[in-house]
């Protein structure tokens, strides 16, 4: 599994991580904060954006943590794996371009009917995405989650050491046999 995810995972990390050192919380709340608009501007950005569920989930996540509302990152996390511009275009070629438009169609009114409920439920229920992660004042950077990220990133390198290790063999092989 992590063959699969590894690169697209590490890729999320690293824009997060970009997102959480340069992008400054009062940018996020005025342009992106609250409201029905910043899911519309998320939904702008994760149509066209190539981004599979391993990787949006860390962005999503980095820009909640910077004053994005739920709703606008749930918009973002369900509507940018679904619409990448790969799953549109075999859409398009097995259904045809009505049924493509219809499922581009539901997937944005699903995508914001969602997000807005998720802003209303933590709007009666008081929740706060940064006031639930950063007022934990349990073991944030602690030595268990530097080891959990070192086994997993060592997990992860090893996974394409392993994959890059069988293509070598394998076109070492496909020369012996036609004598490149």
């Known amino acids: 599994m992590l063959g699969d995810i590894g690169k697209w995972f590490l890729a999320g990390v690293v824009i997060a991580g970009t997102i959480s050192a340069f992008l400054s919380p009062q940018l996020v709340e005025s342009y992106l904060g609250q409201g029905f608009l910043s899911m519309v501007i998320m939904l702008i950005v ?3 954006l190539y981004v599979c569920a391993t990787a949006s989930t860390p962005i999503a996540a980095a820009l909640a943590m910077k004053g994005l509302s739920p709703g606008a990152a749930l918009v973002f996390l369900l509507a940018g794996p679904a619409t990448n511009a790969a799953s549109l275009t075999v859409v398009s070629r097995i259904l045809g371009k009505k049924a493509t438009v219809i499922y581009l169609a539901s997937i944005v009114i699903c995508s914001l009917g969602l997000g807005a409920l998720a802003n209303y439920i ?3 229920m008081g929740l706060s995405v940064t006031n639930w992660v950063f007022g ?3 073991e ?3 030595l268990f ?3 959990s990220s070192v086994v997993l990133i060592g997990l992860i390198i090893r996974t394409f050491i392993q994959t890059w290790a069988s293509k070598k063999r394998e076109f070492v092989d496909s020369c012996e046999d036609y004598a490149c």
């Open 140 to 142: 944030t950077h602690g």
């Open 145 to 147: 989650s530097l080891i």
């Open 46 to 48: 994760a149509v066209p």
């Open 136 to 138: 934990n004042s349990g």
């Open 122 to 124: 933590y709007g009666i």
